[in-house]
């Protein structure tokens, strides 16, 4: 068997276009999206995600304002400044970009963002109502994933999807959507016994681990479809997936190239939140 790629960077290009057209809506009623992106420091990674994600605004007509803060910006500045955005017509998502500094308690921070602003789906609020299983913002990149199989019309329900990876981010978040569609989902991490032995009975297996190609042909079922969340950058610059590729390919139906997966879809996820914010503020 060969997989078929799931084409995470046309999926989300049509994604976007559906997000053009509702901006368009929106700016007819009068209202222009706004999304404020604050980066403090200059963690060069960061840099560029928060660059990539001003332009995907600006290319849909989404207005983005990017804040740019010293490291040692005090945390107290931080929260004012939030406050400041939370207030702001004008602004209708609001995404302060991770890591902090050291020094600044991140989960402070997010806790400032209003519930009703929180485009990255971090504050408790939208947490606790993913867990409930009620509307609200999602991550953006477990979001993605789940609405990649979607677009696939690959079933959820019933199915045993397997996430090997347990961060807040990503693998708690991506569990509880599974869930929320009717999977059966066991969560693997750095202290699971048998990793392989759970992972060859996903029928959906998410890879959200952050190590290099640690997913092998023989930890895969045939037949699985294979959701590669990782994004690692080897010692000679190139990018690879949590999924050793070329040989999981040869057991799944389908599966995430990486690059070209699941990674295009984070931004457009953004973009569809962003817009959902100022639909919802316009009423
Ligand atoms: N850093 C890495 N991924 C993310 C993300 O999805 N949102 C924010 N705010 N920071 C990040």
Redesign the pocket.
Known sequence: MTARNIDGKAIAQAFRAECAVRVGRLKDAGVVPGLAVVIVGDDPA?KV?VRNKAKACEAIGVHSEVHAMSADTAQAHLLKFIATLNADDAIHGI?????LPKGIDSRAVIEAIAPEKDV?G?HYSNVGRLLVGEPAYY???PWGAMKMLEHESIAVEGKHAVVVGRST?VGKPMALMLLNAGATVTVCHSKTRDLAAMTRQADILVAAVGKPRIITGDMVKLGAVVIDVGINRLPDGTLCGDVDYEAVRQIASRITPVPGGVGPM?IAM?LGNTVKAAELAAG
Do not use: G, R
């Open positions: 960061s995600y995404l302060v970009q991770l890591p990255d971090f991550p953006c990149t981010i984070t953004l």
